[in-house]
């Protein structure tokens, strides 16, 4: 069976740090991989998604980067941090290619930035 | 996507059915109604989904008008774990990014 894994679980940073969250899937070839951000009381937001290794799309701009290195690798980056960066991330992965096909969420990354 | 509304709030008492309703009137025909649940400090769950027909699994039932305008999530015997947010959204075919609303905070009475 396939399994989202995401770490770390909390985080908090001081402001103008770098960061890096990672994601990684198991049990699935070549799955999308999505990266949401919630802020408190807040919807979902999508920030980036990828169809493949080292293909990238942004959905809203930001200080903040994503790479694929490997097909089943999902990391999220920023340089430096800022206040309005704080939030719950979250990453997901669904099958390609078919209409029925749901994301599968992780277990999210509750980010706090002092 | 269409743009979907949804109450902010319900309460259910715990055994009896659960009825989420959900507003979609300018769905169209492409477009797939989905539910998502998010129990708090965890990620979303898909509970569901359909296009036109009514649909039915382990976890719950969708009932969809006949003009696609408007839809329910029923939560046929629902429990305390079923305290979450529920959310609607309503994507294209073969399109996966979903734009997630602030969804309906149901709670189970005990």
């Known amino acids: 069976s396939q399994t989202i894994h995401q770490w770390p679980a909390t985080l908090v940073q001081p402001v103008g740090s770098p960061l890096s969250l990672e994601c990684t899937v198991e049990g699935t070839s070549n799955p999308n991989l999505y990266w949401y951000r919630q802020a408190a009381g807040r919807g979902l937001q999508l920030l980036f998604y990828?169809?493949?290794?080292?293909?990238i799309s942004s959905e809203v701009p930001q200080n903040l980067s994503a790479s694929r290195p490997q097909d089943r690798q999902f990391i999220l980056s920023s340089k430096k941090l800022l206040l309005s960066d704080s939030g719950f991330y979250l990453c997901?992965?669904?099958?390609?290619?078919?209409?029925?096909?749901?994301?599968?969420f992780g277990d999210g990354t509750r980010l706090s930035i002092l | 996507d269409a743009k979907t509304t949804q109450p902010p709030s319900m309460d259910c008492a715990e055994g009896r059915a659960a009825n989420l309703p959900c507003n979609h009137s300018t769905i169209s025909g492409n477009e797939y109604v989905y539910w998502y649940r998010q129990i708090h400090s965890q990620g979303p769950q898909y509970i569901i989904h359909g296009l036109k027909n009514n649909e039915t699994n382990e976890m719950a039932s969708l009932i969809i008008t006949e003009d696609r305008k408007s839809s329910t999530l029923i939560l046929p015997h629902a429990t305390l774990r079923d305290t979450a947010v529920y959310y609607c959204i309503v994507t294209n075919f073969g399109n996966e990014k979903l734009t997630f609303g602030t969804g309906t905070r149901l709670t189970i009475i005990p």
């Open positions: 997901a992965w669904s099958v390609p290619g078919g209409p029925y096909q749901p994301q599968h």
């Open positions: 990828s169809v493949g290794i080292g293909q």
